[in-house]
């Protein structure tokens, strides 16, 4: 069946770095992917929706010159958190559906949970 | 394992007729229990969910479930659905030792025939 593959499953950065989290359909096209964050024992929040080949949109609320959202291919996404801090550690999931329209069923990625020191 | 079992990769339903979207879940320790609904063309949006307390929950756009826990169960129901209720619902769990982890059902379509 279809895979949604997130990297790195987690990840430990310090303060003022930058780190790069990657989401691709492995047997699937995604013209759409979905980038969410997640506090702890709480919903996810939408950040962004990603599409292939152009600009992401970004949810009110949502920095986006902080979190910088790259969907150059039909199976690549990637979400960049510039200078990270503390209270940027969560967990961050996407989700992607096939191109192969609104009947396609969506799939998530297992996650990734940074944080920051 | 824990695991999130959506009964019905598609519900179709006649408008103004009751809305009922099945989830079991399997799982060491209580959990908290959430709804999410994808409208097309949009990100996941929080139904509503439960943590402690009252076990009938109320959520957005008329929509409420139940927290069971003999039965593991967290169904959602909506008396009257609406052509606007067309969308995929999305069931899923997070044990309360988990500070992040949310196991997810594949979901449910749900159809609204006129």
């Known amino acids: 069946g279809a895979v949604v593959s997130q990297h790195p499953s987690w990840v430990i950065c310090k303060s003022g770095t930058s780190v790069k989290i990657e989401c691709r359909s492995l047997?699937?096209?995604?013209?759409?992917m979905f980038w969410y964050r997640q506090f702890p024992k709480q919903s996810l929040m939408l950040m962004a929706t990603?599409?292939?080949?152009?600009?992401?949109?970004?949810e009110q609320g949502v920095e986006k010159d902080k979190f910088l959202i790259n969907h150059a291919s039909l199976t690549l996404s990637t979400l960049t958190v510039t200078s990270a801090h503390p209270e940027d550690s969560s967990f961050y999931i996407c989700?992607?559906?096939?191109?192969?329209?609104?009947?396609?069923?969506?799939?998530f990625g297992n996650g990734t949970r940074l944080t920051v020191t | 394992a824990q695991s999130v079992t959506q009964l019905g990769s598609h519900v179709s339903v006649s408008e103004g007729a009751l809305v009922l979207l099945r989830c079991n879940y399997s799982?060491?320790?209580?959990?908290?229990l959430f709804w999410y609904v994808q409208y097309p063309n949009q990100g996941l949006q929080l139904l509503l969910k439960?943590?402690?307390?009252a076990t009938l929950v109320k959520g957005i756009n008329g929509f409420e479930a139940e927290f069971k826990k003999s039965e593991t169960s967290f169904h959602l129901t909506k008396p009257s659905a609406h052509m606007s209720d067309a969308a995929e619902y999305f069931c899923?769990?997070?044990?309360?030792?988990?500070?992040?982890?949310?196991?997810w059902g594949a979901g449910t379509k749900l159809i609204i025939k006129p």
């Open positions: 989700s992607a559906r096939d191109t192969g329209g609104l009947n396609s069923p969506l799939h």
């Open positions: 047997d699937f096209q995604a013209t759409t």
């Open positions: 990603s599409n292939e080949g152009s600009k992401a949109t970004y």
């Open positions: 799982s060491s320790v209580p959990p908290y």
């Open positions: 439960y943590t402690t307390g």
């Open positions: 899923a769990v997070s044990p309360m030792d988990s500070n992040y982890q949310l196991i």
